[in-house]
C-alpha cells in the first residue's frame, strides 16, 4: 500500500510492525525516484536518518543490495569511524546518505557535507530518535533541507510526539497503517510469549538452562543497562556459552565484531541493551530473553519484534522481579496481554522444562561436548579508526586468560644476598675490626730519646678497652711515664691507666684513679729510674682537636629531709641568673609612654 503513494512523490507515514519490510518500502521508491548516478552530480538527492549505528550499517546493507541494477552511490555516516574516509566518499560524490543525527550536523559544519539538493527525507524508527533525545537535531536537519521535498516517517509505533513533528514539517501527508484494529502496539502474534515471576539471585541460572532447550538457534538478551550486560557475559562465557555483549561503553570496533560474529554463528547468544532492539534483522533468532523488565510497552514491542521476523516463530521470555510486578502490569495492560499475574518460577521448577523443551537433569553450565562455536575471537576486529579512547569488555575470555597464563613465565626461588655497606659479604668472610690508634694531646711533650727501662715496660702486653675494641698503644703509656709531665689526674670515655708522679714523692702522694664510663683497671706503678736534675717546668700544651673532651660533670641536687614524712616538699630548680633582667609589667610600660614627650605638637600650637 505504501509503495503506490511513495513513487507518486507525496508525504507518507508508515506504520507496521517490525520486519514485516518498511525498509523497502521507502528504499526502492527513493531509488527510483532518484534515478541512475551522473557524473557531474555528486551533491546527495536521497537522506535516510537513523537513530542507531547498527541500524544505519543494516538499511545500507538493503539500499545496497534494492540499487543493484541501479548502480547508486551509497554512503553510510556515524559515530565513531574516522571522518576520512567519510569526507573522501562525499568529495567522490554520493546519491544516498544514510547516517545518525550527530555525525550528519558535524559533517555540515565542517562544510563538507551539503543537503541543498536533496529531494526526499526518511525518518527510520522516528520515535526511538525522540526517546534518545534527537529532536533538536531532527529539526535543524528538516531546516537544512529545501522546502521541496517528499518526506516519508516510518516506525512500529506511533506516539503523539510522532503526530507533532508530521503536523509541522509534512504536507499533507498519507498515513499507511498496517496493524489490526486492537492497537497500535500489538505485538507479532508468531511470537510465543512467556513471562515468569523470577529472583534476582536465581534469573541467571535459568538462562543458563534454557540455553539448552531443543531446537534453540541464536538468542537475544536484552538487559536495562551496560553493567548488567557485561555481568551477564560474563557469568555466561565462565559457564561455557559462546556469548558477546554489545552496549553503548563499547567502542564501534567491537561493535560491529559483535554483531558479524552473531550473524556468522561463531557465536549464539547476544547480550544487548536497547541499542540493538530496534530494527537489527538477524536471520535464524530463535529466543529473545527479556533479562531486566521492560520500562514500557513499546520496549516489549521492539525487544520480542528481533524474533519471529517475515513469517518466522519465535519464543519470548520475560522475567519480572517482584518489585518490578507494578510497571509490568501497566504494559499488560497496554498491551491487552494475559499475564497480569505472572507464574513464580525458579530454576527448579518443573513448567521450565516442558514449557520450552528443556531436557531433564540440564544445569546452567553447558557441557563441554556441546561447545561447538568459535566464539567472538574467531572474528577479526576491524580497525575503524575509532576516535575516542580504547573501551575494554567488562569480562575477560577464557581463551584470553589461558593464553595469558601460558605466557606468564614461572617464578624463579627468591635468593638472599647479605651485604654490608652496599657490597656483598660472604657467610664464611671473617669481620675484620679496624684498629685505631690514640692520640694524645700529650704527643708534643714526648721527649725524643726513650730509655730501655720504657722500652721494656712499652713492649710488656696491657690489657684495655677502647670504644672500637682495638688495643691501645705503648705510646700511651710512655706518654704517661714521661719525667716532665706532671701528675694530672684525667677523664676519658675510653679506658685510662693511673699514673704516679717520679722520684721520692710517690709514698707521699697516692695515686688519684681516673673516672670512665667502663671499666678501669689499676696499671701498677713502674719503679722510679735514677734521680736526674730537675728541668724546667713545661707548660701545658694547648687543647688538641683530637683529644677526647672531658664528660660534663652532673651535678646532684641537694636533699631535703622532711620533718613529717607525710609531708610532700617540691623543690623547683632556679633558672635565673644574675645577670638576668627582670622584665617590666604592663602597667609599667604604659607608665613609660606617657612620661615620653611627644613629638613638638604643643609647639606647634602655641607657635600659631
Not at 537522506?47 to 541500524?55: F, G, I, S
Request: proline share 7%; glycine share 8%; with cysteine.
Amino acid at each position: 500500500m505504501a509503495l503506490p503513494l511513495a513513487l507518486s512523490g507525496q508525504d507518507l507515514i508508515g506504520q507496521a510492525r517490525t520486519g514485516t519490510g518498511k525498509t523497502y518500502a521507502f528504499g526502492i521508491a527513493m531509488l527510483q525516484s532518484i534515478g541512475k548516478p551522473r557524473k557531474n552530480r555528486k551533491k546527495p538527492r536521497g537522506l535516510v536518518v537513523v537513530p542507531t549505528r547498527e541500524l544505519a550499517t543494516q538499511v545500507s546493507e538493503d539500499l545496497v543490495t534494492a540499487a543493484g541494477k541501479l548502480g547508486s552511490r551509497v554512503l553510510t555516516v556515524y559515530g565513531g569511524r574516522a571522518y576520512e574516509p567519510q569526507i573522501e566518499a562525499l568529495k567522490a560524490g554520493v546519491d544516498v546518505i544514510v547516517g545518525t543525527p550527530g555525525r550528519l550536523l558535524d559533517l555540515v559544519k565542517q562544510k563538507h557535507l551539503d543537503l541543498s539538493q536533496v529531494t526526499t527525507l526518511v525518518l527510520d524508527e522516528a520515535d526511538r530518535m525522540l526517546d534518545l533525545g534527537f529532536l533538536p537535531d531532527v529539526e535543524r536537519i528538516f531546516n537544512l533541507i529545501p522546502g521541496q521535498r517528499q518526506t516519508m516517517l516510518f516506525s512500529a509505533t506511533m506516539p503523539g510526539e510522532i503526530v507533532t513533528l508530521s503536523r509541522k514539517y509534512l504536507n499533507r501527508p498519507t498515513h499507511v497503517r498496517a496493524e489490526h484494529e486492537s492497537g497500535e502496539g500489538e505485538t507479532t502474534p508468531q511470537v510465543r510469549q512467556l513471562v515468569w515471576r523470577a529472583h534476582r539471585m536465581d534469573k541467571i541460572e535459568i538462562l543458563g538452562r534454557l540455553l539448552q532447550a531443543e531446537g534453540r538457534g541464536l538468542t537475544m538478551v536484552f538487559c536495562e543497562t551496560k553493567r548488567a550486560c557485561d555481568m551477564v557475559a560474563e557469568q555466561l562465557d565462565t559457564r561455557g556459552f559462546a556469548v558477546a555483549a554489545v552496549h553503548g561503553d563499547l567502542g564501534q570496533g567491537q561493535r560491529e565484531q559483535a554483531l558479524r560474529a552473531f550473524r556468522n554463528g561463531k557465536i549464539d547468544v547476544l547480550v544487548a541493551t536497547d541499542v540493538a532492539a530496534r530494527g537489527i534483522d538477524i536471520d535464524d533468532v530463535t529466543h529473545v530473553v527479556n533479562y531486566d523488565c521492560p520500562t514500557d510497552d513499546k520496549t516489549y514491542v521492539h525487544r520480542i519484534g528481533r524474533t519471529g521476523r517475515a513469517g518466522r516463530t519465535g519464543i519470548s521470555v520475560t522475567f519480572v522481579e517482584w518489585e518490578e510486578l507494578t510497571r509490568w502490569k501497566m504494559i499488560n495492560q497496554m498491551l491487552g496481554l494475559e499475564f497480569a499475574e505472572p507464574e513464580e518460577t525458579y530454576s527448579t521448577s518443573p513448567h521450565v522444562y516442558s514449557e520450552l523443551n528443556i531436557p531433564e537433569g540440564t544445569k546452567g553450565v553447558l557441557p563441554h561436548a556441546s561447545r561447538s562455536r568459535a566464539g567472538l575471537s574467531a572474528e577479526r576486529l576491524e580497525d575503524l579508526g575509532e576516535t575516542g579512547r580504547a573501551r575494554v569488555r567488562g569480562g575477560r575470555r577464557r581463551d584470553e586468560r589461558e593464553e595469558r597464563r601460558e605466557e606468564r613465565p614461572a617464578r624463579t626461588p627468591r635468593q638472599r644476598r647479605r651485604t654490608r655497606g652496599g657490597k656483598e659479604l660472604a657467610e664464611t668472610a671473617v669481620v675484620e675490626t679496624p684498629e685505631v690508634e690514640l692520640v694524645d694531646a700529650k704527643t708534643e711533650e714526648t721527649p725524643a730519646i726513650f730509655t730501655t727501662d720504657e722500652i721494656q715496660e712499652a713492649a710488656e702486653p696491657k690489657r684495655t678497652r677502647t670504644r672500637r675494641g682495638a688495643a691501645s698503644s705503648a705510646i700511651e703509656q710512655a706518654l704517661a711515664d714521661a719525667p716532665e709531665a706532671p701528675v694530672k689526674a684525667t677523664r676519658s670515655r675510653r679506658t685510662a691507666a693511673v699514673t704516679a708522679p717520679e722520684a721520692d714523692t710517690v709514698e707521699e702522694a697516692p695515686a688519684k684513679s681516673t673516672r670512665s664510663r667502663r671499666t678501669a683497671e689499676p696499671v701498677p706503678v713502674a719503679e722510679a729510674p735514677p734521680a736526674a736534675p730537675p728541668a724546667a717546668p713545661v707548660a701545658e700544651p694547648a687543647p688538641s682537636f683530637l683529644a677526647t673532651p672531658p664528660p660534663p660533670v652532673r651535678k646532684e641536687p641537694e636533699r631535703i629531709v622532711p620533718p613529717n614524712p607525710f609531708t610532700v616538699i617540691f623543690q623547683s630548680p632556679d633558672l635565673a641568673s644574675d645577670d638576668d633582667d627582670i622584665a617590666p609589667s604592663a602597667a609599667t610600660e604604659r607608665k613609660q609612654q606617657r612620661r615620653q614627650p611627644r613629638s613638638g605638637g604643643g609647639n606647634r600650637r602655641r607657635s600659631g
